[in-house]
């Protein structure tokens, strides 16, 4: 599911949970998951608003024991419903955040997005692999969607987050009149404080399965790749060593 289409479904829950009897737990939650910036210029022409939510295994958990209570659901309804929403998050490749902006005033302008916001783990800064594209056009008023950024190094193919203390997001404050001038705004969330239990369980199993399919997949392809590049390179090899032995036999 795309950044867009998840959005929705996303904002449909969180009503929900809202008026939900879970709704105070719910709210500890999201105020320790979720992080808030403003600015405003000294002119008041404009002013922004800025609430970003890290999707970590307790705010999932929390997402998912909500759900599961007002509906009262069994426990492989819970898990269908986890594994759904594991799925629609991309919890397999990404590290998903939901950005939610209100802008006031002189309307702001962040189009490429993805230059602009960056995720930072153990000093090292990555750009998002996908977010809501409705962020590159003028911004005034309210505008809410999802940011992936990448799960693995694409060098190493190692989990970014594995061994690091927290993790970082760094919103450029360049492309807002309200935040110019001022230092980048920096959202920073202490991974040691994360005591949700996605990993095991029945959904996050079959999420992990998916995710190695997924890469057995493409290995296959890179191996078909690599053994028509070798038997390109035996096929001359052998033409090479053919044309030797006819030259030195003359």
């Known amino acids: 599911m795309t950044a867009k289409k998840f959005t929705v479904s996303l904002m449909i829950l969180l009503s929900a949970l809202v008026s939900a009897s879970f709704a105070d737990q719910y709210d500890s939650i999201l105020n320790q998951w979720s ?22 295994n307790e705010y999932v958990d929390a997402l998912v024991a909500a759900e599961a209570e007002r509906n009262l659901w069994t426990s492989d309804e819970t898990e269908n419903y986890k594994y759904t929403l594991l799925k629609n998050l991309n919890l397999g490749e990404s590290i998903p955040f939901h950005l939610d902006m209100y802008v006031r005033g002189i309307p702001m302008y962040a189009q490429p997005f993805d230059k ?27 505008r809410d969607g999802m940011i992936y950024f990448p799960r ?27 935040l110019a001038g001022k230092k980048d705004v920096v959202w920073i ?62």
């Open 116 to 142: 602009h916001i960056t995720m930072m783990v153990n000093g090292k800064k990555y750009a998002p692999m996908d977010y809501d594209k409705r962020f590159n056009f003028k911004l005034l008023g309210r």
């Open 35 to 56: 992080h808030e910036a403003k600015g405003a210029t000294k002119e008041g022409d404009q002013d922004i608003t800025l609430r970003i939510t890290y999707f970590s």
């Open 152 to 178: 693995y190094d694409e060098k190493t193919g190692k989990e970014i987050l594995t061994g690091a203390k927290d993790i970082r997001v760094i919103f450029d404050s360049s492309i807002s009149h309200a």
């Open 189 to 250: 969330w202490d991974l040691s404080k994360d005591r949700g239990k996605i990993a095991g369980g029945r959904a996050a199993d079959r999420l992990e399965a998916d995710r190695l399919i997924k890469r057995s997949q493409k290995l296959d392809d890179e191996r078909a790749e690599l053994q028509k590049k070798l038997d390109e390179l035996n096929k001359e090899y052998k033409d090479i060593n053919s044309r030797i032995d006819e030259l030195q036999s003359n």
